[in-house]
C-alpha cells in the first residue's frame, strides 16, 4: 500500500536532508574558511540573497529556511549543488552561477539573521 506524503513530511525531509549533508561537507571545508567568512561583505550578501528569497521565504512549499544557517555548513552546501555532488537542479542552476566569493557573502548574511 502506498502512502501519500504531506506538504510537511516533504518539508521535513528536505530539512533533514540539506542539514545532513551540511554536515557531511563541514569536514571537507577550507581551513581558513571561517576566516574568509568573517572578512565577508555582509552588503554584498544582502544585495545578492534577493534572488535567494525569491524561494526560500516560502517555507510551506517544502523549500528550507536559510535565514540563520551556520555559515561554514551554507558554503559547504552550496559548493556541493555547485559541483552536483547534492541533486537538485534548480538549486544546481543557482549555485553554477556563483563564485566563491559571492557564496561567502550570502554565507555571511544570512548566518546573520534569526530563523
Known amino acids: 500500500m502506498k502512502k501519500n506524503i504531506s506538504c510537511g513530511e516533504l518539508a521535513a525531509f528536505w530539512a533533514v536532508l540539506v542539514l545532513s549533508f551540511g554536515a557531511v561537507y563541514q569536514a571537507r571545508a577550507d581551513a581558513g574558511l571561517a576566516e574568509q567568512i568573517a572578512k565577508a561583505d555582509m552588503g554584498y550578501g544582502e ?3 534577493g534572488e535567494c528569497m525569491t524561494c526560500h521565504r516560502n517555507q510551506s512549499a517544502g523549500i528550507p529556511n536559510i535565514n540563520g544557517l551556520d555559515a561554514e555548513k551554507f558554503v559547504t552546501i552550496m559548493r556541493a549543488y555547485r559541483s552536483k555532488e547534492l541533486e537538485n537542479k534548480v538549486m544546481q542552476m543557482m549555485a ?4 566563491d566569493e559571492q557564496i561567502i557573502s550570502l554565507a555571511a548574511y544570512f548566518s546573520s539573521l534569526s530563523n
Open 96 to 99: 553554477g552561477r556563483l563564485n
Open 47 to 49: 544585495y545578492l540573497a
